[in-house]
């Protein structure tokens, strides 16, 4: 790493010096070679740094400081939903009711839990205008394919063998044709027209008999509302196929609009997205999947159910597709989830996509003068814009980004969607200021202006980060992921 600013903490090491102390044993000692194997048990005492407790507190410490975080500054990663972790959800999710129950003790001593997440479920139901939810799933993508299993299940329940297919757009989460290779089928492209929307006469081309499912966004990820959507549920049913919804970020039509209605069969929600569950650091997540009641013989099992006021859980399900998470999913990211929704009501989460609406169209208007704007509709949640005027004069996209990282913020979704030319895909979220939004568009026009007059800033950005630029070829190919002295 470049510029170091502090010591790592093997170059502080010092024998025999201790940051711990364990409590004395209070269980009988095993023997090791016996129980584990001789053969897997060490030989040497591993390499650790020895160092006292200030020093590793001041170490953790430092490494947290050269983090960005929705805590820390402006996050706006297009469809990523960087948006504000309440902290009251915290407080509710540490509850011992909630933090101290194992999932394996008897239903009758969890029933406020087990409410709760039957609570979940339910207002998900409204939410999305599906007939049913369940919480396993533990991400996004994990719903996509979790969702394509039960359209199988479904359609070979009906003696419907051949339907491999799913068909994607151009414009689609990443996520969406690998969830539909990994569920084993085929993911058929259908292309984009110079809207930005689903081309309908290019959909009507590649649908067919093997199609088993149309997997959509709407609004699609150029923030785009897919205005043909009854015109394509029709094509898609009529040939036989269900319609699945990629509802990751549904900040976008949250108590306006609701996928059940539009005719979706299937959804998945990112609970750590929409629903404030914090994410960015890989996990843990939540991706609930809603059915119409149609497809609710397949739901993974067990589910959960109330009778005589009592909740349970109902394994006796001979169509499930079987369990897809051990447990029932990521019990502390519902209930940050369920406390949210309880904070917002109806009509706060209506607020929700009303600001991040506003917020994203306001960005995109201001912005529009400096950069390419490729779809010049009214966005939703998030949209795009195109350095192609930068790139002529030698500064490309991924220059920006870079040059954004000394202005303090973390850059917007680069390169994708692949259909735009030097793509930039911003979503601002509804919980950012208008300060905070104009001076994030100060800094791109100020990039944008450096681009004409001095392009080498830009090219050679980021210049106050502790790490600069890297050798992005280098790092993917040869990553040097340990500390060497
Ligand atoms: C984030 C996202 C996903 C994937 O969700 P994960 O929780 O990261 O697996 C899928 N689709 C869209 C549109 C997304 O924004």
């Not at 939903?81 to 009711?97: C, F, Q, S, W």
């Not at 681009?451 to 990553?479: F, G, N, Y």
């Amino acid at each position: 790493m470049a510029n170091q600013d502090f010591p790592l903490i093997f170059e502080l090491s010092q024998e025999s010096r201790t940051g711990f102390s364990l409590p004395s044993m209070d269980v009988p000692e095993i023997d090791v070679d016996e129980q584990i194997g001789n053969a897997y048990v060490r030989k040497s005492e591993p390499d650790l740094p020895e160092v006292d407790e200030l020093q590793i507190m001041r170490h953790y410490t430092a490494l947290s400081k050269r983090n960005h975080g929705v805590d820390s500054g402006f996050y706006p990663l297009g469809s990523c939903t960087m948006k504000y972790n309440p902290k009251v959800n915290e407080d509710i999710a540490r509850l011992t009711g909630f933090s101290h129950v194992h999932p394996y003790q008897p239903t009758e001593s969890v029933q406020g839990a087990l409410e709760l997440m039957y609570d979940l479920q339910v207002s998900l139901e409204e939410i999305t205008g599906l007939d049913t939810v369940t919480l396993q799933p533990a991400a996004g993508a994990h719903g996509e394919w979790t969702g394509l299993m039960m359209i199988r299940a479904y359609h070979e329940a009906n003696g419907d063998y051949n339907r491999t297919k799913v068909i994607v757009p151009d414009s689609a989460h990443g996520t969406n044709p690998a969830s539909a290779t990994v569920a084993g089928f085929e993911a058929v492209t259908v292309k984009s027209d110079e809207r930005g929307l689903v081309d309908l006469e290019d959909l009507k081309r590649v649908v067919d008999e093997q199609t088993a499912a149309l997997m959509l966004t709407n609004p699609n990820t150029l923030g785009l509302f897919e205005q043909d959507i009854e015109e394509m549920a029709s094509i898609i049913h009529e040939a036989g196929g269900k319609l699945y919804y990629d509802g990751a970020n549904l900040n976008a039509i949250l108590g306006y609009a609701r996928p059940g209605d539009m005719g979706f069969d299937v959804v998945h929600l990112n609970l750590h997205k929409t629903f404030t569950g914090p994410h960015g650091g890989g996990g843990p997540g939540s991706g609930p999947v809603g059915v119409t009641a149609e497809l609710e013989p397949y739901l993974p099992k067990p589910i959960l159910r109330k009778e005589n006021d009592m909740y349970m859980f109902d394994n006796d399900r001979p169509q499930s597709i079987g369990r897809v998470k051990p447990y029932y999913g990521n019990f502390g990211i519902n209930v940050r989830a369920y406390t949210y929704i309880r904070t917002m009501g109806p009509e706060g989460l209506k607020k929700v996509s009303e600001y991040a609406v506003i917020n994203a169209n306001y960005m995109m208007r201001r912005l529009q003068k400096e950069y390419e704007l490729p779809f010049d509709h009214h966005c939703k949640h998030e949209f795009i814009l195109s350095g192609k005027r930068q790139k002529k004069l030698g500064v490309r996209t991924l220059d920006i980004a870079k040059r954004l990282l000394d202005f303090g913020y973390h850059p917007p979704t680069i390169y994708f969607p692949i259909n735009v030319e030097e793509a930039l895909m911003i979503e601002p979220t509804e919980t950012e200021s208008k300060e905070t939004l104009d001076a994030f568009v100060d800094a791109m026009i100020q990039i944008a202006e450096e681009a004409k007059h001095d392009p080498e800033k830009v090219q050679e950005a980021p210049h106050t980060t502790i790490v600069s630029r890297m050798d992005e070829t280098q790092a993917a190919r040869k990553p040097v992921l340990r500390y060497q002295a």
